[in-house]
Structure formats: C-alpha cells, structure tokens
C-alpha cells in the first residue's frame, strides 16, 4: 500500500501566462467589441409611469408602476430599472386568504416588485439579462434571465432565444394567529415542511423557462411573428387557503408542470387607410391535460397623425385539468397527487376548471410629438406619449366580469 | 406498450403528442409563406411605427400576463411562474 501523500497543486514555472483570469478576459473582448461597433445615431433615454386597474366581484388590484430606461452612452448598453406596487383587495372569501385568516374584513395585501435589466445592441445581435425580485406576505419570488437575438437578411429575419429561472417561496399564514409558515403543497403536513433547500419537503418552487422567437418581415408593410415557450415548473403548486372550499382538505396539485405554448401572428399595416391588423392566436398544452386556445384581434387607427387608437378583441377558452372534479368531491388523500394516484388530489381552483372569456377593449394614444414641435416651451415634450386603455372581460368562471384599466405616461429625455 | 398491445401513454407525456402536430403544421405555414423576399431599410418606414413594433405593448402585456397567471390555467404569462395566492 502506498503512502497517501497530501496533493498540493504547483504551477509550473513560466506558466504564469496561461493563468488568465478569463472571466475578464472575456469582459475584454466584450468591451473591444463594443467599442469598435458603429456608433447610432440616436440614443434615448426614457421614464414610464403606468397605473393599472383590476377589478372583479371579489378582487381588486391597483398597480402603480414606474420605469426608467438609460442609454450608457447608446444603445450599445440600455440600463433599465422598474418598480411595481401591486395592492391587492379581496372583499370576500372566493380570493382565498381570507378562509385561513377567518373574519369579513377586506383583506389588502402588497406586493413589491423590482426589476434590473440590461440590454445592448452589438451589430446585429442583441444580448439581454435581467433580475427580478418580488416580495409579499406569503410569497417571496426571484428570477433571472438571458436573451440573445440576432438580425439577418439585412433585418428581414429575426430570431431570438431567452432562458429565464425563478426560484420561490410558498408561505401561509396561519390561521388566526397570523404566523406565517412554509407551505410545500396539501401532500405534505406543516410540521414536514422546510422553508430551506428544494425539492420535496421544501417550499421551492422553481421555473425554467425557454422561450424562442421567429420575426420575418415578408412586405414593407407585413410582419410574421412565431413565438413558442416552454416552462418546466417543480415544486408546490397548490393555493394553501382553498380548504374552505374542500370541506376541510388541503388542496392538492401534482409538484410538477410542464408548459408549452405557441403563439404565430401577423401585423399588417394599411397605410392608405391609416390602420394596422394585428391577428394572433396562442395554443397552450401542458402535461395536466390542459388546453387553452386564445385567438385575439387588434386594428390599430390613426385618425391625425399624432393619435392612435387601437380596438381589440379577444377569446380565451381552456379545459378541466385532469384531476378537476365537477362534482367536487374529493377524498383526504394522503400521499402525492399524480395521474396515477388521481385519489390523492383536490382542487377549488378556478384555474383547473374549464371556463370561457371574451374580453373586448380599446386604447387611445397621443403621442406629444406634434405638440412639442409647435411650441419650443414644450419641445422637452418629444418623444412622449400618454395612453389610455380599457379592456372588460366576460369571464364564465366564479369570479365574474372584470374590467381592467390602464393609465402610461411616459417621456423621452 | 401495454399487455394487449396497445400503446399507453406514460404519464406526464401528454404535452408532446398534442403539440408536435400543430408545431410542424404551424412552422410548415411559416416557411412556406415567408419566402425570400428582401425588404430593403429605405421601404421600412410603414415597420417602424409603435403599432407595427411588438415591443409598444411590452409594458402592458407584463400587467395582462400577471393578471392571466392568477386566472387562467392555460396561460404561461410572467415567466411560467406563480404569482402570490392573494388573488390566486
């Protein structure tokens, strides 16, 4: 038997060369690359203000949010930063939290939300990476991202590939204490659930996310659009406040989920009539045995040359998942919920139901250009824009109609 | 392949089966109706305006997406994830 002697790493002499820090190396190149690109001719720089509205039976949401995009110096770096304030109301027990925390007062929650990204355009290639994180009482959410894009065929075709991961966590709040504790899904007891680590046993939802985009333009005033995501989700999925609605069982979803959805579409633009049609329509499939199918129309009008107004119309339609009961009796299972132990699963969730909507709305945008070349007072009014949009959803689900509202205001400087 | 030879699905594989076919059809369609045809920079002017550019709605369909991801079950908005269970 030999001796085991202790390995120490030596570096050779002379070799010091090759002990490049390659991550600045590669930062280098970037940075070389970046420098010797044609310089555009114009950069913006430009701030978004953006309040929306959600309204419904039971729920409403306002959601003030801001945005601010920077040029570093053009658009070879686009820094950007958004923050979002979701309040959301729940006046009655169908939005869930209120059968944990028992009581009929309305319940407002808030949620924070910020996002970094940055962008740059490099010739032809656009690269792409963002940060997002989202907190709120029961639910803490981070997620990252890279896209890459590449012009051909002097920018008739554009492809794009992005990846993003988000890694969450469940919490609920305990009943009437108000004490929040990990949640990992119905299968799995309070007691057995960790706030740490992943996998089973832990409150850790992660997502991938692929997505991949197809642009061609097939006539100066024809574009066709093709984008296809798929999602691989692993951890709880279940909402931990539907027992009210389960006569006491915890609801329980399968831990797994596989997404799939692709979207084709057209904008066709009419210059002589001013307008531009916008038809697409995403097929959605997933490995619940779920489909949605959501085909959506919108023409765009230009009656003077600095507004737009934009009609749209959209359908929106989805089947039970697999483990949907329309009777609504559900056993205490006690172990997973899969296709194979069906048993063990229950759902009050309005997402697992089969449903229809039609959702109509319009949107009006004045865009300050005109103003701010009519009068040098207000020419720091360049470049923006106010819009206003309305939308009012006919859903045939438990929840009702809704109406949703949006007001942007947003400047270039 | 089950004992009286039919072949059985494995679970969790329902996606590919239901998508592949709409896939090709719908990449089929793409290839054979977008051609070669070469749009030169100078005729872009009508593909530069807000209603023919997808990034004009980015803001709003960030909103749509989140909304649909509380509601619907067929919808793969805010990057497949969650949202909180609030307005779940």
């Known amino acids: 038997m030999t001796a085991h002697r202790p390995h120490v790493r030596r570096r050779r002499p002379g070799n010091a060369r090759w002990a490049w820090p390659w991550p600045l190396l590669g930062l280098a190149c970037i940075g070389a690359l970046w420098l010797v690109t044609a310089r555009p001719a114009l950069a913006e720089n430009r701030a978004t203000l953006r309040g929306n509205y959600y309204r419904e039976r039971s729920t409403r949401v306002v959601q003030p949010m801001a945005q601010i995009t920077v040029d570093a110096p053009d658009e070879r770096l686009t820094l950007g930063a958004m923050y979002l304030l979701d309040a959301i109301s729940s006046a009655s027990i169908a939005s869930g939290t209120q059968a944990a925390t028992g009581g009929d007062n309305v319940f407002t929650e808030l949620r924070h939300e910020a996002t970094a990204s940055a962008e740059s355009k490099l010739g032809e290639w656009y690269l792409g990476g963002f940060f997002r994180y989202s907190t709120e009482t029961d639910y803490l959410s981070r997620a990252g991202g890279l896209s890459l894009a590449r012009d051909l065929l002097q920018r008739n075709i554009n492809l794009s590939l992005s990846y993003s991961f988000g890694g969450d966590r469940w919490f609920r709040i305990q009943n009437n204490t108000g004490a929040r504790a990990p949640w990992c899904g119905g299968d799995i007891g309070v007691n057995e659930c960790s706030g740490r680590g992943y996998g089973r046993g832990s409150n850790f939802l992660q997502v991938h996310n692929v997505a991949a985009g197809y642009t061609h333009t097939l006539h100066p005033t024809v574009l066709l659009q093709l984008n296809v995501a798929y999602s691989h989700l692993r951890g709880p999925l279940d909402n931990p406040y539907r027992e009210g609605f389960l006569g006491g069982i915890e609801e329980t979803h399968p831990h797994v989920r596989d997404r799939f959805v692709i979207t084709p579409g057209v904008r066709w633009k009419i210059p002589r009539a001013r307008t531009a049609i916008e038809p697409f329509y995403s097929l959605y499939v997933d490995d619940w045995g779920q489909r949605g199918h959501s085909p959506e129309i919108r023409v765009h009008v230009r009656p003077t040359r600095h507004i737009r107004l934009r009609a749209r119309y959209g359908y929106y339609t989805q089947n039970a998942t697999f483990f949907y009961r329309a009777d609504g009796q559900y056993v205490d299972g006690s172990g997973p919920c899969t296709r194979a132990l069906e048993l063990n699963c229950a759902t009050a969730d309005v997402k697992a139901m089969p449903w229809d909507s039609h959702s109509p709305g319009v949107q009006l945008t004045w865009y300050f250009d005109g103003v701010a070349a009519g009068h040098r007072a207000l020419r720091w009014l360049e470049g923006g824009f106010v819009e206003v949009t309305y939308n009012h959803l006919f859903q045939d689900n438990r929840f009702g109609n809704a109406r949703v509202g949006s007001l942007a205001l947003s400047f270039a400087y | ?88």
């Open chain 2, 1 to 88: 392949m089950s004992d009286d030879g039919v072949r059985v699905r494995p679970p969790g594989s329902m996606i590919w089966p239901m998508a592949w076919p709409t896939c090709r059809i719908t990449a089929l369609l793409f290839f054979a109706v977008a051609g070669c045809v070469t749009v030169k920079p100078q005729e872009r002017q009508h593909l530069s305006t807000p209603e023919m550019t997808p990034e004009t709605d980015a803001l709003e369909d960030t909103f749509s997406a989140h909304i649909d991801a509380a509601r619907r079950g067929a919808s793969n908005g805010h990057g497949g994830g969650g949202g909180g269970c609030g307005c779940g």
